[in-house]
Structures are given as structure tokens and as C-alpha cells.
């Protein structure tokens, strides 16, 4: 089946730093979202990727297609930023394979 | 807001019974997917319905049942409850059709089940 793998799965950030999450696939990817799960649970888009780079203010992601993985970027993380972040990928019904989700904090 | 609605927001019951989750997806959105996260199972992809059709069918169990009525609008029916469906169940929807590159998902808020 389709795997998805994240990496970290936690991370501890002191507000302000910088951090870079990561997503690979077992397979190619032909659509790719980014997802931010609050501490409330609600998932937020944050990029629809399937390839190349987009940036939002202080986040950014990158998905190399042929070589299987993307990337999250999150510049001067705030405490808001804490939560999970998820990838997905479609399948072939459209339907979306998430990985594991990477877990992070911020603290103040 | 994703312009994706759930209803309710909370429920608790007991084993063994039946309830219904309920969805609305975006304006025009035709596709609406149901999603399942769990502790141990993560977020799974449950059905997807398009248009009132079912188009894809994921880990869903047999004591689960959906579908997706003409205002497009769609109902997740979970009976003979067990402790481990407790769970967040969220919905999401969109635009393109099956067959399509693209399809970007929005979710809803989600429902979240206790099972007791």
C-alpha cells in the first residue's frame, strides 16, 4: 500500500527558531497537502503541493515529485504553530493517505 | 473556516448503539470523504461518496455505513458501537471529480465519539 512517513515525529522548538519537517512517499506523488491539526483537533490546510515551492507569510513547503518527498518550513515559530502537522497524498480515488503527523511544540 | 460544516460536535454513548454523523460539505463541492482518527489507527480514510454515489471505499467496517443525498449533504451511520470506534470522525469535500489531477480536501471540524 501507499506509504507515508514523517520525520520528527516530535520536535521542541523555543519560540523564534526555525524548523524543517519532512515527508516522503513510497511512491510518486501527484497531489500532496499540507495539514496543520490545532490542540483543539481541527485540520487546517496550509499548502496544496504537488509540486515545487509555495510560501504563506512565515510557512513554506517544497515537493520534489521525482524524488519522492516534501518539505515543511516553519520560519520564527510562535506558540501558535504548536499542534500536529500531517501530509497526504492522494490516491486513486482522490482519497488521501496521511502519514503519522510530526508533533510540535513551542515554548515560549 | 473551511466552509465544511459537522454536526455535533461531541457525542457520547454507550456500546452497542447506533448513531449518525453528519456532514455538509462546501458550496459546490460535489465529493464529500470520510475520514477516521484514532489513537493507535492515526487518520484513515473511511468512503467517498460523488454527486450521491459512492466512488471509493477505504477501512471502513461493515457496521459502518454513509451516503450522500441529493442537496449533497451527507450522513456517516456507525452502529452496534464498540469501545474502539471511539474516535474523531471528520469530513471533508471537494470539487474535481474522480479521474482528475487535482482535488485539494477541506475539512470539517470533525465529531468527536466517546464510546462508553
Known amino acids: 500500500g501507499i506509504q507515508v512517513e514523517q520525520s520528527p515525529p516530535d520536535l521542541i522548538l523555543q519560540e523564534g527558531a526555525n524548523s524543517t519537517l519532512r515527508c516522503n512517499f513510497s511512491?510518486?506523488?501527484?497531489?500532496l497537502q499540507w495539514f496543520h491539526q490545532n490542540p483543539w483537533g481541527q485540520l487546517i490546510n496550509l499548502f496544496y503541493?504537488?509540486?515545487g515551492t509555495k510560501q504563506n507569510g512565515r510557512l513554506s513547503a517544497t515537493t520534489v515529485a521525482t524524488e519522492r518527498y516534501s518539505l515543511l518550513y516553519i520560519s520564527s515559530s510562535q506558540t501558535t504553530d504548536s499542534g500536529v502537522y500531517f501530509c497526504?497524498?492522494?490516491?486513486?480515488?482522490?482519497?488521501?493517505?496521511f502519514g503519522t503527523g510530526t508533533s510540535l511544540t513551542v515554548i515560549p | 473556516d473551511s466552509g465544511v460544516t459537522q454536526t455535533p460536535k461531541h457525542l457520547i454513548t454507550a456500546t452497542g448503539q447506533r448513531v449518525t454523523l453528519r456532514c455538509s460539505p462546501r458550496?459546490?463541492?460535489?465529493?464529500v470523504y470520510w475520514y477516521q482518527q484514532s489513537l493507535d489507527q492515526g487518520l484513515q480514510f473511511l468512503i467517498q461518496?460523488?454527486?450521491?454515489?459512492?466512488?471509493a471505499k477505504g477501512n471502513i467496517l461493515e457496521r459502518f455505513s454513509a451516503q450522500q443525498f441529493p442537496d449533497l449533504h451527507s450522513e456517516l451511520n456507525l452502529s452496534s458501537l464498540e469501545l474502539g470506534d471511539s474516535a474523531l470522525y471528520f469530513c471533508?469535500?471537494?470539487?474535481?471529480?474522480?479521474?482528475?489531477?487535482?482535488?485539494?480536501?477541506?475539512f470539517g471540524p470533525g465529531t468527536r465519539l466517546t464510546v462508553t
Open positions: 458550496s459546490g463541492d460535489l465529493s
Open positions: 461518496y460523488y454527486n450521491g454515489e459512492e466512488r
Open positions: 503541493i504537488p509540486s
Open positions: 471533508a469535500s471537494s470539487l474535481r471529480p474522480v479521474g482528475q489531477d487535482t482535488g485539494e480536501q477541506y
Open positions: 497526504a497524498r492522494r490516491g486513486t480515488g482522490n482519497q488521501f493517505y
Open positions: 511512491d510518486s506523488v501527484n497531489n
